[in-house]
């Protein structure tokens, strides 16, 4: 597996991801509001590292807003999810900010959640209006 900086040419296969992944795992989610442009714009101003097989397919994608050391977005295709993919792409992303690194994640999304705690990530805090919650969670290894 490679984790690499995104190129343009990567950008129609990582709108297919996001758009697959979200409609695989969002339940909480209308399918017919998203889109395969919700990428860009999603990702504006933001650093994406990109998972592939040596064989060409991505597997994933983490998109980074580095100013704030913010792990926006970390997708793994539906049929990837397991392999070890979401780890590299977390511990490429922690590499290159400072710590502490910050993330949110929609307080439904257990599996994420729960996927986050082992890496060794805490919940901060719930933030968020009722249906719209998510908990700000932090990595740091200097505390």
Not at 71 to 96: C, E, N, Q
Not at 125 to 130: L, Q, S, V
């Amino acid at each position: 597996m490679i984790i690499r900086p995104a190129t343009e040419a990567d950008y129609a296969e990582l709108r297919n991801i996001y758009l697959e992944s979200r409609r695989a795992r969002f339940h909480w989610a209308k399918p017919e509001e998203l889109s395969l442009q919700d990428f860009d714009t999603d990702t504006v101003d933001e650093h994406i590292l990109v998972a592939e097989n040596e064989d060409g397919p991505l597997l994933g994608f983490a998109s980074l807003y580095l100013p704030e050391n913010f792990i926006h977005l970390l997708f793994i295709h539906p049929g990837f999810i397991g392999g070890g993919t979401g780890s590299r792409l977390l511990d490429a992303s922690v590499s290159l900010m400072q710590q502490p690194v910050r993330l949110k994640c929609v307080s439904d999304n257990h599996k994420a959640i729960g996927f986050y705690e082992r890496q060794g990530w805490k919940k901060v805090i719930e933030e968020g209006t009722p249906g719209e919650k998510y908990w700000v969670m932090e990595y740091n290894t200097n505390s």
